[in-house]
T-cell receptor, first 115, second 112 residues
Framework: DGGITQSPKYLFRKEGQNVTLSCEQNLNHDAMYWYRQDPGQGLRLIYYSQIVNDFQKGDIAEGYSVSREKKESFPLTVTSAQKNPTAFYLC??????????????FGDGTRLSIL | SQELEQSPQSLIVQEGKNLTINCTSSKTLYGLYWYKQKYGEGLIFLMMLQKGGEEKSHEKITAKLDEKKQQSSLHITASQPSHAGIYLCGAHSGAGSYQLTFGKGTKLSVIP
């Protein structure tokens, strides 16, 4: 079955540590996204990528980094510069044809906590 | 920047009752999406609306788009416990934009 796989489901970060969240899709989608969800705040866009080897900052990119070396993969690194990383992180993908709007499809999320 | 306001923030209904959730945009709507989320899980796509006056249905859930009011409504008929969860609306940040802006969600509880 096609879909988006996020791993791990739960992740713990120590002070000063960088951690990487994995996101893999087999939907053959061009566009991929990372969102952060905090209680009562809805989803906020961190980074997005329209095509391999290209990505753009979203609304809250500070303290995060991404790469898009393969179409299927869009890992997110939460760096030590992100002072409040505790949140639920969601990865999504879409076909990428903005001419005819297409929905974003989401993974099951990764919950990141501080140790 | 665009903002999406959802109302109500939370809703508790008796099983079998009908309910409506609203999503109002501060700017022109370019594609409006409805998603459902269960706690601690990802978002499940329900429906997309593009044109003013458009109405779509899936099982007992109907969504409508009022372009003039910059508003969409989600109506559930004869609610069931399986309808419980958080409903979120999302819309493109502008014409031709990949980015989606989301509302803060409406938490729905259905009492058997």
């Amino acid at each position: 079955d096609g879909g988006i796989t996020q791993s791990p489901k739960y992740l713990f970060r120590k002070e000063g540590q960088n951690v990487t969240l994995s996101c893999e899709q087999n939907l053959n989608h061009d566009a991929m996204y990372w969102y952060r969800q905090d209680p009562g705040q809805g989803l906020r866009l961190i980074y997005y990528s329209q095509i391999v080897n290209d990505f753009q900052k979203g609304d809250i990119a500070e303290g995060y980094s991404v790469s898009r070396e393969k179409k299927e993969s869009f890992p997110l690194t939460v760096t030590s510069a992100q002072k409040n990383p505790t949140a639920f992180y969601l990865c999504a993908s879409s076909i990428g044809l903005v001419k005819n709007y297409q929905p974003q499809h989401f993974g099951d999320g990764t919950r990141l906590s501080i140790l | 920047s665009q903002e999406l306001e959802q109302s109500p923030q939370s809703l508790i209904v008796q099983e079998g009752k009908n309910l409506t959730i609203n999503c109002t945009s501060s700017k022109t709507l370019y594609g409006l999406y409805w998603y459902k989320q269960k706690y601690g899980e990802g978002l499940i796509f329900l429906m997309m609306l593009q044109k003013g006056g458009e109405e779509k249905s899936h099982e007992k859930i109907t969504a409508k788009l009022d372009e003039k009011k910059q508003q969409s409504s989600l109506h559930i008929t004869a609610s069931q416990p399986s309808h419980a969860g958080i409903y979120l609306c999302g819309a493109h940040s502008g014409a031709g934009s990949y980015q989606l802006t989301f509302g803060k969600g409406t938490k729905l509880s259905v009492i058997p």
